[in-house]
Antibody
Framework: QVQLQESGPGLVKPPETLSLTCTVS????????WSWIRQPAGKGLEWIGR???????NYNPSLKSRVTMSVDTSKKQFSLKLTSVTAADTAVYYC?????????????WGQGTTVTVSS | DIQMTQSPSTLSASVGDRVTITCRAS??????LAWYQQKPGKAPKLLIY???SLQSGVPSRFSGSGSGTDFTLTISSLQPDDFATYYC?????????FGQGTKVEV
């Protein structure tokens, strides 16, 4: 079955750029949207944005000015860049398969990766 | 942005109880609503999509209902494995937002 794995630095200094990659295994990256979601410790879920295999993106309006997503179908990977990070960006970051183009919902999730923003 | 409000924030229940969690949207989301279960240190798990469709592999004691702005997640008979935090999510248009979560505890 499809599995997702996030990777990237666990510590980022402000105001640098947070960069994460999600690798898709056990299935195709095509014909689906792929989302990033984050969760600060002890808090709720915040959707960051999604990308389609064509490169089409939708971003959370509150983060749009700092977010860039990209996809590399040959490597079955999609990526997140978040610029000008502050301590408020410290969170567990998840990637997920997004059924936006069909029934909706996020049906496959990575295990999550913790990113701490600190100097 | 569409705001999602869940109630209650915390729910105390016992094994065997019927549990109901509500989610209200700030504007109509039709049936574009999902429910997730999250346990500590784990990723969320999709339970319900399109307001009332049960995700494959999810026990039938979970059910969802509602449309427009008001939605409900029901657990017909709470099991020990069901103590967790539950989130609703709307996914209309090009954006999506989550409710703040409901923690189901003993």
């Amino acid at each position: 079955q499809v599995q997702l794995q996030e990777s990237g630095p666990g510590l980022v200094k402000p105001p640098e750029t947070l960069s994460l990659t999600c690798t898709v295994s056990g299935g195709s990256i095509g014909t689906y949207y792929w989302s990033w979601i984050r969760q600060p410790a002890g808090k709720g879920l915040e959707w960051i944005g999604r990308i389609y295999n064509s490169g089409t993106t939708n971003y959370n309006p509150s983060l749009k000015s700092r977010v860039t997503m990209s996809v590399d179908t040959s490597k079955k990977q999609f990526s997140l860049k978040l610029t000008s990070v502050t301590a408020a960006d410290t969170a567990v970051y998840y990637c997920a398969r997004d059924l936006h183009s069909s029934v909706g919902g996020l049906d496959v999730w990575g295990q999550g990766t913790t990113v701490t923003v600190s100097s | 942005d569409i705001q999602m409000t869940q109630s209650p924030s915390t729910l105390s229940a016992s094994v065997g109880d019927r549990v109901t969690i509500t989610c209200r949207a700030s504007q109509s989301v039709s049936s574009w609503l999902a429910w997730y279960q999250q346990k500590p240190g784990k990723a969320p798990k999709l339970l319900i999509y399109k307001a009332s469709s049960l995700q494959s592999g999810v026990p039938s004691r979970f059910s969802g209902s509602g449309s427009g702005t008001d939605f409900t997640l029901t657990i017909s008979s709470l099991q020990p494995d069901d103590f967790a935090t539950y989130y609703c999510q709307q996914y209309t248009s090009y954006s999506t937002t989550f409710g703040q979560g409901t923690k189901v505890e003993v």
